[in-house]
């Protein structure tokens, strides 16, 4: 029995109390945020929602500041700029007087929305009990098309051949220079600085004076590509299993997590449905696509060493050995006129970095850039390679499952997002989906991103034969894979302690969840 103060019941002439030990069910859109781990200095959604559960009356002034002291723990980390619609921590808090969740909403940004709490043993910990994960990573379609948004060295290429490539007007030039996504860090920072000058420059002598930093509207009718003749606007819709779609919404659409108007979303499903494509567009994600993009991603599955999809994580570390329970994209929707394929990655846990290089080279995969055996080359321990990382804007926590647990107690209640999935599905859709689809509209964050794919920027992508690449047959990555010893540019601010995998399975003794996120 805990003899701290911090435990005692109230005295005096209030009411007494007894804190309980509770898992915290809530969704909160990362945009603003630099992660989900509190750290200092930054803005965390961890210091916000223990900020509030002070102010709700949830923890005392004593322990205010200090999570060890209420048992604090989390389900997963997520870094900057990444969202999460079923997170779940835990710790012992006074859950009364009632009115707890509604206490804490008002404490709390409309970004970040608590749906609830459940009672739970007083040996739950959220991050240990966790079994698995789920996350999601929308990826617009036509980062797909191995025409669109290429680089200006494979355009030139494709001159004077059948299948000549149109320059991207719009964000070619910039895209060749996404700071922080490829390259070395500082060298980045460097020409990005010199780029901006020299945009303020040229602005002031023609008398502009908007913005030098590319930012692609919203009422471009070609989305980012006009030029080469792929509209992917309006939903390129082909013939799918299945296909969720959300309408256009109105102009005014939130960028940092303001609320929109729910009426202005909705989402319809559609089974074995045939919608006419877009006029003009010549790629669509169809049953052929589809079941390519599926095969790459299940080359994922299973037990591998992640040591390429990280980073400070080193290949021998039984950390980088992480188990992938399910991969796959059968599902489109479109938000607000931009079409999107939706990633589903189910694990035990999830290294820093790790999904959105699983996604970067998947995409470098399906435009071509590199082939299918690239990615057995990759999960090899002795193979060292720079893999590249998808933006992440579209990238986002489901649902954290407690199998186990749930199976362990069953007098109690079971700890699931069924409980919440109405109000997950609104905060998903005014929030998050509506973020990622504007993002992308305003600042053509992946199209951007796409320009970076290429040989010079990612060497350890080139095959010997470029011929070979469509088929993947006959392309040898062995021989192609150069001696890349750069460091990864994105900083991980993070140690990645992992446990031993079997232990952790069976024991609930997981790995750190340290996700992807970006």
């Keep these: 029995m805990s ?81 999460a619609v079923g997170q779940v921590v835990s710790g012992r808090f006074y859950i009364d007087p009632p009115g707890l969740v509604d206490r804490l909403n008002s404490n709390l940004p409309s970004q970040i929305r608590i749906f609830g709490y459940k009672r739970v043993t007083a040996s739950f910990n959220a991050k240990k009990f966790c079994d698995r994960r789920r996350y999601v990573y929308l990826i617009p379609v036509f980062a797909l098309d191995p025409s669109c948004h290429r680089d200006r060295e494979t355009v030139m290429a494709s001159l004077g051949s059948g299948n000549e490539l149109v320059k991207c007007l719009e964000c070619s030039e ?151 329970i399910s991969f796959n994209a059968n599902t489109t929707l479109v938000v607000e006129g931009v079409e999107f394929v939706k990633c589903e990655v189910v694990g035990q846990s999830f290294m820093l970095h790790q999904i959105r290089k699983m996604i970067g080279l998947a995409v470098a995969i399906m435009r071509n850039c590199a082939p299918e055996s690239l990615i057995d080359e990759a999960l090899q321990q002795d193979v060292n390679i720079n893999v590249p990382t998808a933006p992440e804007v ?39 989906y509506s973020h990622i689809a504007s993002t992308e509209q305003k600042e053509g964050t992946v199209a951007l991103w796409l320009h970076s794919l290429n040989h010079r920027n990612y060497p350890d992508l080139r095959v010997i034969n470029e011929e070979a690449i469509p088929n993947n047959k006959s392309a040898d990555p062995k021989e192609a894979i150069t001696d890349n010893k750069s460091a990864d540019p994105e900083d991980a601010t993070t140690n990645n302690k992992g446990a031993d995998l079997k232990e952790a399975i069976t024991d609930n003794k997981s790995a750190d969840p340290e996700v992807v996120t970006e």
């Design 3 to 83: 003899t701290t103060t911090s435990d005692d019941e109230e005295t005096g002439t209030k009411k007494r109390y007894k804190r309980r030990k509770v898992a915290i069910f809530f969704a909160y859109c990362g945009v603003g945020y630099q992660g989900m781990q509190k750290n200092p200095g930054a803005k965390t959604i961890e210091g916000d929602l223990e900020e509030a559960l002070y102010v709700s009356g949830a923890v005392p002034e004593q322990d205010r500041g200090v999570p060890k002291r209420y048992d604090w723990a989390r389900s997963a980390r997520t870094d900057k700029g990444v969202s």
């Design 174 to 324: 910039r895209g060749r220079k996404v700071v922080g996504l490829v390259g070395n860090r500082k060298q980045n920072l460097e020409l990005e600085a010199v780029d901006v000058e020299a945009g303020i420059s040229s602005n002031r002598d023609s008398g502009v004076t908007e913005d030098v930093e590319v930012s692609l509207s919203k009422g471009d009718d070609n989305h980012l590509n006009e030029e080469s003749g792929n509209d992917n606007k309006g939903g390129m819709n082909c013939k799918t299993g299945l296909e969720t779609v959300i309408p256009v919404q109105e102009e005014g659409t939130p960028l940092n997590g303001e609320s929109v108007n729910n009426s202005d979303i909705l989402e319809e499903e559609k089974v074995n449905g045939e919608d006419k494509p877009t006029n003009g567009s010549r790629f669509c994600y169809g049953e052929k696509e589809r079941e390519r993009f599926n095969k790459i991603l299940k080359c994922f599955v299973g037990t591998h060493n992640f040591h390429n999809f990280t980073t400070r994580t080193k290949a021998e570390d039984p950390a980088a050995r992480r188990y992938i």
């Design 394 to 432: 579209g990238l986002y926590l489901d649902e954290c499952f407690f199998t186990s647990y749930n199976q362990k107690w069953k007098d109690h209640e079971e700890l699931s997002m069924k409980a919440y999935e109405k109000e997950a599905d609104e905060f998903k859709m005014k929030y998050i």
